[in-house]
Nanobody, 118 residues
Framework: QVQLVESGGGLVQPGGSLRLSCAAS????????MSWYRQTPGKERELVAR????????NYADSVKGRFTISRDNAKNTVYLQMKSLKPEDTAVYYC???????????WGQGTQVTVSS
C-alpha cells in the first residue's frame, strides 16, 4: 500500500523555522518526483516546491523562494521541506505528493498543519 506520512508541523512564531518530513513507502521512491503543496481554507491548493527523482531539478513558488528548501534522501525514502523566515501567510496544511513524472502528483499524504503566529 502506498503511503506518504508527513510530520514536523506545528506552531511557530513569525521569523521562525520548521522542517517538514515526508516518509514514503509502498512504491519505488527513488524513481518518483516529490512535491510539497499547501492548502489554506478558501484558497486553491498551491504547489510550494518540487524535486526530481535524483534531486537534479527543483522548483519553488515565488512566495517561498529563498526561504524554503526542498531536499530528499532516497536511501531513507524521505523528502524534506526546510522552512525558514516563516510568515503568517505560510500558515496552511502542507501535503507531500509523489509523481512518476516530474509534473505528476499521483500519491498524497495526509497533511501536516503549519501555523505561523505570535
Amino acid at each position: 500500500q502506498v503511503q506518504l506520512v508527513e510530520s514536523g508541523g506545528g506552531l511557530v512564531q513569525p521569523g521562525g523555522s520548521l522542517r517538514l518530513s515526508c516518509a514514503a513507502s509502498g512504491f519505488t521512491f527513488s524513481t518518483y518526483a516529490m512535491s510539497w503543496y499547501r492548502q489554506t481554507p478558501g484558497k486553491e491548493r498551491e504547489l510550494v516546491a518540487r524535486i526530481s527523482s535524483n534531486s537534479g531539478l527543483t522548483n519553488y513558488a515565488d512566495s517561498v523562494k529563498g526561504r524554503f528548501t526542498i531536499s530528499r534522501d532516497n536511501a531513507k525514502n524521505t523528502v524534506y521541506l526546510q522552512m525558514k523566515s516563516l510568515k503568517p501567510e505560510d500558515t496552511a496544511v502542507y501535503y507531500c505528493s509523489a509523481g512518476l513524472r516530474y509534473f505528476a502528483a499521483n500519491y498524497w499524504g495526509q497533511g501536516t498543519q503549519v501555523t505561523v503566529s505570535s
